[in-house]
Every structure is written in structure tokens, then in C-alpha cells.
């Protein structure tokens, strides 16, 4: 299975919704803290390949990314989120030196999370460690909107797959905030764990549930039409989960990874949801990703300066 090893800690990966074989990675130099950053694109060979990963191409950036998201309506553009507070837009279609094509600086500190809308399409919004949400469209270049309600730093953001306004923001206030971009407010507050919660995402299948993933080593599954407890309660990670994400394919299918260095695999409607755990991270595991395209094909990113690709049920380190 294709491997890359990075120069930097990696942040985030994501495939691209229109090429099976085409994935992102985000990193950031020194943990994060201090430091560049580099976004790759990769391109993933036919197996068996003596390269069976290539570098399409890469962009430096003079801090760290923490998140990307791919267009849904444009193959070549990806957005990322950068330390510096801005949100990077990038051309594959360009010559490099005119990208990244826009660079919008409006939040106040890093911006952590970035969504693109699945279903308009033409816009996507960003969270920040300024406690706040923004919406922005492809055409403009200030924001249409920002979303103050957080109390704390906004980790994840996520747009509903049915519904075009609605999205859920997730904080360290310890709560998951859904919203309607028609609404002047939230329209729920699920205080969904007593520690602050990484991230969140909806599930393809049912628009009313929703992952969240946090400090206090779970996730969890929350059906918004009844919010007072959880669904289900995963436990299986011994630190932080850092992020969640729902199957595009397997309607109870949830992939986690987490401070402990796993990604986990589970199924959120059986007594024993623990269907599959991943070792091969050597340091933190920060990011993951399901293909759209390629139903079980899944990606992992950490701080051990590596990327995977793998099909779930194989070893993500067999070459």
C-alpha cells in the first residue's frame, strides 16, 4: 500500500471527490507550533508500481496548515487552513508561482478546520482559534459571514450531506453547535462531552446523526432530533480523539484516530463496535480520510511524518 513519508507533521489528508487516485496532505513543521508549513499532492500509481505514490506537486507556506478540503465543484482548487489566521486557496491548474490564487485573512488566530459545501458547492466555511466560525463563497473576497456563539476555540466544522445551509461546529467549550446559515443563531447546543471536543462529522446516510470525537478518549453518535444522550459511546482509545469521520459508503461505519497513535474502525449499531485498529503510527495520529471514490480505501496522516493509503482489513505498512 502507498506510503509518503513527509518533511513535516502531518495535519490532515483528504481524497479528492473527483480522481480515485488523488489525494492532499497538510503538515506543519515543528508540531505545529513554530514553522512552515507544506501542502502535497499526491497522486497514487495502478498497483503493482514500483512508485506507488507520486508527488503531483507541493506549496509552502510560511506557517503551518492545520486542515484542507478539496472543491466540490472545481477537480483542480483545495482550500487550507494556515496558523496565520488565512484561509489558502490553491489552483492545480495554475503555474506555482501564481498560487496559492487567494489568501483570505480575517480570523483573529489559526484557523483549525476547514469544510467544503457538498451540496451548493460554491462555498465552505472555516473554524479558528478565535472561537469563531466563517462561511465564505468561491466569487468573494471577504467572508459572507462569521459565527460568534463558541466560548472556546473551534476545532471542526462540518456541513450537513442533505441539508445545503446547515452545518455543526465543534469547540473546547465542550459542545457540538449545529446551524442554519438562514438563522441568526445556533439552532442546537449539544453539550456532548465533559472535556473539549476535537472534532465532528455528519453521518452520508442519516442527516440526523452526527459523530463527535474528544479529549475524554470517545466518540460518540448523537441523533439531533433527541440530543439529551448519545446513541452509542465508543471507548477504545487510550488518549484524545483527535478526529471522527463517517463512511461515505457503510451508513454505521465511524474511522477515528487519536493521540494514542491508531486509527480505529467502528460500528456504532453492534454491542462490540470495535471492528478494526490500526498501528502504524509511530507518534500522534492527527489525520484521516475515506475515500468517496473507492469504497474501504482509507488514508492516515500523524506526527511521524507519514502518510498511508490503505484498503481497511490489509496492513497499512505492507508495500
Known sequence: MPVFKTPFNGYAVKFSPFYEHRLAVATAQNFGILGNGR???????????????????????????????????????????????????????????QNPSRSLSEH???????????????????????????????????????FKEHAYCVYSVAWNPRHADVFASASGDCTVRVWDVREPGSTMIIPGHEHEILS???????????????????????????????IAVLAGHGYA????????????????????????????????????????????AVGIDMSVLVEGLLASTGWDEMAYVWQHGTDPRAT
Do not use: Q
Not at 455528519?202 to 470517545?218: M, P, Q, R
Open 39 to 97: 501542502l502535497h499532492i499526491l497522486d497514487l500509481s495502478p498497483s503493482p508500481s514500483p512508485t506507488p505514490v507520486t508527488e503531483l506537486a507541493f506549496f509552502d507556506t510560511a506557517d503551518g496548515i492545520y486542515d484542507i478540503a478539496w472543491s466540490e465543484s472545481h477537480d483542480n482548487l483545495l482550500v487550507a487552513a494556515v496558523a496565520d489566521g488565512s484561509l489558502k486557496l490553491y489552483d492545480l491548474s495554475l503555474p506555482p508561482p
Open 108 to 146: 483573529t488566530r489559526e484557523v483549525h478546520a476547514v469544510d467544503w459545501n457538498p451540496t451548493r458547492r460554491d462555498s465552505f466555511i472555516s473554524g479558528s482559534w478565535d472561537d469563531t466560525v466563517k462561511l465564505w463563497t468561491v466569487d468573494r473576497p471577504t467572508s459572507v459571514r462569521t
Open 200 to 230: 465532528c462529522d455528519w453521518n452520508k446516510y442519516d442527516e440526523c446523526l452526527l459523530a463527535t470525537g474528544s479529549v475524554d478518549k470517545t466518540v460518540r453518535v448523537w441523533d439531533v432530533r433527541s440530543y439529551r444522550t448519545p
Open 241 to 284: 480523539v483527535r478526529k471522527v469521520k463517517c463512511s461515505p459508503h457503510r451508513r454505521n461505519m465511524v474511522m477515528s484516530c487519536s493521540y494514542d497513535m491508531t486509527v480505529c474502525m467502528w460500528d456504532f449499531m453492534v454491542e462490540d463496535a470495535l471492528i478494526g485498529k490500526y498501528d502504524h503510527h509511530t507518534e500522534f
